[in-house]
Every structure is written in C-alpha cells, then in structure tokens.
C-alpha cells in the first residue's frame, strides 16, 4: 500500500505511519524443468556429459554426492535428467510460501486487515500519542480505532507502537485509509500528522439474474460469474424469499442423489467457479404462499427476494456478499375471482348437466350482488354449450374476504370437443363486468343403444362421453 503524506513533510514530524495488509501468504510456483537443472551446468559445458575420458558414475557424484549407486550404476544421457522421478516435481511446488511484496487486489465482500505501525525516527520522544484510525469512501466514514480517551503516553526514540484494524468491505471503488497522530514533540509542541493511504475495491464476482413465469409458477435463474483471478469455492448460494414467496431450488439427478446421502450435511462439496470468468448457474422454482382464499393484497408482492453467497479463494479467504432485491412480474389480483371446481364426469348430448362455481371477494369490501351469465365472445362462431333454464342467475352480495359456492345449469347441443366458455360475473351496484372464466374444452359424443339379436343373444352397445380434467376415453 503506497501511503500519501498530506499536511506535513517527514522532516517536520517526529512520527511516521508504516501500513501492511495482512493477508495470506502464495504457494511459490516454479517451472517444473528448472527444478531439474544440475548446478554442474554452470562449470561445465553439455559435451561433457558424451566425454569417453570420464565416466557417467563419476558425472553424478560430481553434480550430487548423496546419488546412491543403483542410481549412479544406470545409463546416464542428458535426456535423462529431465525425466522426473518425484511426483511433486511435476506440480511445479517448491513446498515454500510466499509473503505478499504488495498490496494486492480487495474484492466487496471480504474483510480488510490492516498492521499499522507508527515509528519514531527522531531523537526526541514523543508523548501523549491520540492515535486514529478511519476508512474513507465516497459515501461514509468508518472510524477503525480512537485513542482519545486513553492516550499513548509516550513512543521513545527509534521505537514505534503497533496495532491492527479490520473493515469488512461492503462498497465498491475508492477507499481511502485515514491514519492522524496528536502528539507533543521534544520542545513540547503539539503536532498533528495525518497520512492517507489509497486502494481500490473490486467486484469478486457478477450475479445475473432472469425471471420467467409460466402460469401459477415463477422460474427464477441466476448467472454467477467470476471476475478475480482465483477459482472462487461456494461455500453457499441461498436465494432467500421474501414473505408471500417459497423458493426451491432445481438440481440435476445426480446432485440430487448427493445432496440426499447421509454425509452430504457432513462434507458438503464446495461449487469450483473458475478464475478468470468462470461460470455457474443455479435454477429456483418460485411460488405464492397466498392460498386461503380472502387472503387481502400485499403491499411489494413483486420482491422475489435476494440472495446471500460466501464464498473462499485458494487458501481458505473468506467472503460474503449479498445482493439487491429481485424483482418479478407484479402480481395482479383481481377482486373477484370466478373458479370452476367440479364437472359431471358423464356429460349426455341434449341432456342438462350441472357445473359447480366458486365465487370469492378478495377485496375488503361487501360486493354485489351479481349476475352469472355466459356472454356471446367476440368471434361469431356458434356456441355448442349454453346455459339452460334462466339465463341469468342472481347471487347475494359478498363480504369481504368470503367465498359462495354455486350451480349453473347448462346442456351441450353440438358433438365432438366444445369449449364452456362465456361465464361472466355483473355487479349489480357497481355496473361492473369482471373478466369471463377462461374456457373449459370437453367431449360429447351422442348416447344411443344397439340391439342385435343373434343365436338367441342379445348386444347391447352402449357409448357415452367421460371427463376427466380434459381427457375423454370410451367406456
């Protein structure tokens, strides 16, 4: 972290700020054929290696004493040196770890730990040491730590006073790390020394998201993508619902039969996305929990909910990030809302049958009384299904939140798949005409008897139509 002194040169001031961040140390990677490479071959040239006058038992001792002699007995070339015999050499790892020589990249989400040290280089000492510490950004300020109350006494000459702060990181861009020491010098003069230290906060990673609805159900996707240059672990991707929603998520077979098995809640695999743009997808399947009837409107009833993601990199640096609120289609609820909830599973041309309504009041107010009714449609196409008896059917009025249950009459004058189409609900009070019940295709085939007298046996061919939720078979 490169430090900017502001209000004062390191001449004027006894003290000094020195920054490190603390972070994990690397893996010292190196090439694999280097680490292969003998020391004899910055003494000698390659043609030693084919020189009759020495022998390659002699070659090997020379370059590593410790060869043992089955080694040094066998065929030696320069091809062979290259060849590896330990497999660690082929993962290019020294075994060592590599302290940080900078600053490095900060990414949302994680926690930014900071060793500060304040040094005294003068020959005077400092006493009375008000030490602060802060976090900048463009829309808030963070103190980190405040020595106000209890001073430093004093940071003798050459010697300095250490301490550590941590800031979890929750805002993009520019940050800036404010450092202030209030101090009396060695001709007791009150000094102030700020310096400011800058860094940049990146995004880890991107959440894209997709909302589809396919009739009672909403299809939520999520496209998670990496932007650091380290395979990001997901250690969870929660996608938390709001109050009217339930969420659950879509896996494939296979992560299903994992996700089952009595050790999946032990050793939970983490999710690899790999560095540099890696990508994975998640599927939710999103559902209303308004299902009593009466139930009144929710205020915001388009919040899907959000997600919550933690994540660690290669040696276990955690992070953790929440999104926005994701917004659906918003739900339209309509005041009444018409329902057919039963038909005769045997329907008889030219012959009455009964359909079973349901009426509910999903406002919070009485409503009606209304008129059911089947409108005549906006195509000019004739109308096989019609109500039979009186054509209007009055009902009472209907308290708030409250249902009615109710039988219309209808008969089928017309062979082959029909469509019961055209109920429609008036309010009476407040000439008011709702939308029709969406149409209801059924079958009708006529019903008749064929006798046929043969040996003295008698047939009987009986066919009728039978409904079962749009499917018609014969009997």
Known sequence: MSGQLQGGSPSNHSLAFRVMRLCRPSFQAEEAVLRLLDPLDLLAAEDILVDPSLPPDDLLRISDPSTPDAVANSDFT????????????????????????????????????????????SKFEARDVIIKAEIQTERQRILLLDTSKSPVESIRSGGRYDFIVEHDVKELGPHTLVCTALYNDGDSERKYLPQFFKFIVNN??????????????????????????????????????????TATRLETSEYSAEANSETRG?????????????????????????????????????????FQITWRMNLGEPGRLQTQQIYGTPITQKDIELQMLDIPPIIILERPFQVH?????????????????????????????????????????????????????????GLGVQK???????????????DPLPDVEVIFLFFFFFVHSFLNRRYILLIVCTFFHGNADLC
């Open 78 to 121: 320069f091809r062979d040196r290259f060849q590896i015999r330990n497999p660690v050499d082929a993962m290019a790892l020294s075994g060592l770890l590599i302290v940080p020589q900078s600053f490095g990249n900060i990414y949302l989400g994680e926690t930014f730990s900071s060793y500060i040290s304040v040094n005294n280089s």
């Open 204 to 245: 880890p990673l991107s959440v894209r998201t997709k909302v589809r609805t396919v009739k009672d159900n909403t299809y939520l996707e999520a496209c998670i993508e990496n932007h650091t240059k380290s395979n990001l672990y997901m250690d969870q991707v929660e996608f938390e619902p709001s109050q009217q929603w």
């Open 266 to 306: 032990l050793l939970k695999p983490p999710v690899l996305i790999r560095a540099g743009g890696g990508i994975y997808n998640y599927l939710y399947v999103i559902k209303s929990t308004i299902e009593e009837f009466g139930q009144s409107k929710v205020d915001g009833s388009s919040i899907l909910g959000k």
């Open 357 to 413: 309504l349901s009426i509910t009041n999903q406002t919070d107010r009485t409503l009606g009384p209304f008129e059911v009714f089947t409108s005549p449609g906006i195509s000019n196409d004739e109308k096989f299904v019609m109500v039979n008896g009186i054509q209007k059917l009055v009902l009472p009025p209907l308290e708030a939140s409250n249902s009615n249950i109710f039988d219309l009459n209808l008969i089928a004058t």
């Open 420 to 434: 019961i189409s055209g109920i429609t609900i008036f309010d009476v009070r407040e000439k008011k005409l709702y």
